[in-house]
């Protein structure tokens, strides 16, 4: 079996991300975590000369790489600079170097301004010099692509010239993201095979959402390494992404392995999103909020029935657990699902009543979590055992600056309709103010109110829906009454209509 060597480039590459840029204690972090949990082969942390505070990252991370026997994992991009980069470097602690050469007659033209003569003895200085002192080299050939696509003269001409040099590694490149997956292969083909001695790596780009389609055909032709990135971070539309290339590889690419452990994927996509601030969208595969969690009624039952709606893509795999959303589309079996997992059984009516209730919450755009499934529960079959003798039909509460607040209600007690306006201290208050109106019209008193809880289920974790508890004081004796909504005061107004069906019995 092939191996491929992953080389993570979140710290440099990824750090290039517009606004995001990484304390020197997260490099060091990261670093850790990606070469000792993830188990990348190598990173890349950070360009030289950058700034005071990206040197005291290097050293921070070559620090703690010598103690542990990590230093030759831990590479610095530098450039054909004399000797600026190298003592850069050597101050830093840094012993591995990624030489950015132009890898395009483009490039090299026009930012340069150079021969490929003249580049090629620079580079040759620059590599000597570093070796000298002790440091080895790979090297990038920047905008290399599109070098294949418009001068590879240049291109062969420079690899020819890196033979002669001793360097570990070339790096390619497709610093502009516009290689298509057929191009990728045949480059990197006509590359490999042309330089069977010579390690490459693949250094993929997304802005045509083609770098994981890319890095598996550079891998296809005979790449020996790719360059990756936690959560696909990096310039424009960012590098290919760590987690899904390496589900890439290992279900559809069985002739390669890497060292990577995919359990720890999903921990680090985490922990990177909270340092670079950087969010995760829900749909991107592997590591987003939604890719593990059946939403359609169907695919739930479907699962439930010899696992007809997965595929390798278990969420196992990457420390991760399906789940089922409740939700307008949810069916029997989503909820079912849900309620296996806290324990609680129901009789074939009440889950009926259940579903319902969550696809009428779903309907009016609410998310329903399963922390709410038993509040629901609770909700639907404590109404259930009341016959509902009296209803609120209407009602309108007002709140305004300077002005009592207000309501006006419609009540249906059995056949009789009532309709009466009152003031008071709040719109709660109101409303019972004016409830006690039609009740003494009927020669009738309400029960005390003795207390009244709002809360959250599950102390927020959820925001659809809240609960209102109302405690009652009826011919000496206590009773409560509770209700659910997504709206407060429709909660305490559906508690009170229990309590009125309640001492009607
Ligand atoms: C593929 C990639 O993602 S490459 C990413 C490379 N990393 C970075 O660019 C890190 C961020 N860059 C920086 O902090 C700065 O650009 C520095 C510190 C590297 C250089 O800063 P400055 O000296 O201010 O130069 P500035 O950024 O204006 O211009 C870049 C210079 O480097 C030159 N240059 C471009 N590529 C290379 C190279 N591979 N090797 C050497 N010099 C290069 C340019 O020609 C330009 O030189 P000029 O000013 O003589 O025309």
């Known amino acids: ?19 995001v840029s990484f304390s020197a204690s997260e490099k060091l972090a990261l670093a850790q975590l990606l070469l000792t949990d993830v188990k990348v082969d190598r990173i890349e942390i950070a360009s030289a000369r950058v700034s005071e505070g990206e040197f005291r990252a290097v050293k921070k991370i070559t620090n703690w790489a ?29 012993t591995v170097m990624n030489l950015l050469t132009k890898g395009s007659m483009n490039h090299l033209v026009h930012q340069l301004k150079k021969t490929p003569e003249a580049h090629f003895e620079d580079i040759q200085k620059v590599i000597a010099l570093a070796q000298s002192k002790g440091i080895s080299a790979n090297v990038y050939l920047e905008d290399w692509s599109n070098g294949m696509r418009n001068s590879p003269e240049y291109v062969f001409q420079f690899l020819d010239f890196l033979t002669t040099q001793p360097i570990r590694r070339v790096l390619l490149p ?52 790719l360059h990756l990135t936690v959560n696909g971070m990096g310039e424009r539309a960012g590098n290919a992404p760590l987690a899904s290339a390496i589900a890439v590889l290992k279900d559809f690419m069985p002739e390669v392995t890497t060292g990577v452990v995919e359990e720890s994927l999903y921990s680090i996509s985490k922990i990177v999103e909270t340092f670079s601030g950087l969010r995760i969208p829900a749909n991107k595969p592997i590591v987003g909020d939604n890719v593990f969690t059946q939403t359609a009624g169907i695919h739930a039952d479907g699962d439930k029935k010899n696992n007809l709606y997965f595929n390798e893509l278990m969420p196992e795999r990457f420390g991760r657990k399906r789940s089922y959303a409740l939700g307008k589309t949810s069916g029997k079996a989503n909820i079912e699902n849900n309620l296996r997992e806290l324990g609680i059984k129901l009789a074939d009516e009440d ?52 002005l009592k607040p207000s309501a006006t209600l419609k009540v249906k007690i059995e056949d009789e309709v009532f309709e009466e306006n009152a003031q008071g201290d709040g719109q709660y208050d109101a409303f019972m103010n004016a409830l006690k109106k039609i009740y003494e019209v009927k020669g009738k008193t309400l029960p005390q109110l003795t207390d009244y809880a709002v809360r959250i289920p599950t102390g927020g974790r959820t925001d659809a829906l809240c609960e209102t508890i109302i405690t009652w004081n009826w011919n000496n004796k206590e009773f409560k009454t509770r209700g659910l909504d997504s709206d407060q005061t429709v909660s305490a107004i559906k508690a009170t209509q229990k309590m009125l069906n309640l001492i009607s019995l």
């Open 1 to 19: 079996m092939r191996y491929i060597e992953i080389m993570d480039t979140t710290l440099r590459d990824g750090e290039q991300t517009s606004g």
């Open 66 to 94: 010598k103690e542990n026997g990590f230093l030759d994992k831990v590479e610095v991009l530098t450039f054909v600079d004399g000797e600026a980069s190298i003592n850069w470097m050597l101050e830093s602690g840094a």
């Open 174 to 225: 497709d610093t502009l993201g516009v290689l298509t997956p057929a191009e990728s292969y045949s480059f990197v083909k006509s590359i490999v095979e042309r330089y069977p001695n010579q390690h490459f790596d693949f250094h993929a780009h997304n802005d045509y959402d083609l770098s994981i389609a890319n890095v598996m055909e550079a891998v296809r032709a005979g790449a020996h390494g």
């Open 351 to 402: 889950l009926k009543k259940v579903t319902q209730r969550i696809i009428e919450l779903g309907d009016r755009k609410e998310v329903v979590t399963q922390d709410d499934l038993p509040y629901i529960i609770s909700d639907v079959l404590d109404t259930n055992a009341i016959e509902y003798k009296i209803e609120v039909l209407n009602y309108v509460l007002t709140h305004s600056k300077d």
